[in-house]
Nanobody, 127 residues
Framework: EVQLQASGGGLVQAGGSLRLSCAAPGFVFDDYAIAWYRQAPGKERERISCIESNKPGQYTTHYADSVKGRFTISSDDAKRTAYLQMNNLKPEDTAIYYC?????????????????WGQGTQVTVSS
């Protein structure tokens, strides 16, 4: 299990933007996948985005329909950090956001259980 540190959450008005970071200094950024999840009060955890890299510098990204076109996932292998750029935020995006990572994990399966998780960062979008 690798330690992940999620940060960048906060309070923002609807229509605003935030960028979340997932720092993973002990994680090997080679043949890996990193995913972002969120969980709103009273709701189930939702995987909203995933990035996988099977070769250095090559990435495949996946998005849930709820965030497609508004959120962008990326990864900086050299900094060992993944990001989630969130634009045009809506009140329904309010949740605790978590990142998860694993070597050789598939993004193709939304129900896949990642082995390492960050502690979560709160995102609150006011109307």
């Amino acid at each position: 299990e690798v330690q992940l540190q999620a940060s960048g959450g906060g309070l923002v008005q609807a229509g605003g933007s935030l960028r979340l970071s997932c720092a993973a200094p002990g994680f090997v950024f080679d043949d890996y996948a990193i995913a972002w999840y969120r969980q709103a009060p009273g709701k189930e955890r939702e995987r909203i985005s995933c990035i996988e890299s099977n070769k250095p510098g090559q990435y495949t990204t996946h998005y849930a329909d709820s965030v497609k076109g508004r959120f962008t996932i990326s990864s900086d292998d050299a900094k060992r950090t993944a990001y989630l750029q969130m634009n045009n935020l809506k009140p329904e995006d309010t949740a605790i956001y978590y990142c998860a990572a694993e070597r050789s994990a598939p993004c193709d399966y939304p129900d896949y259980e990642f082995g390492s998780w960050g502690q979560g960062t709160q995102v609150t979008v006011s109307s």
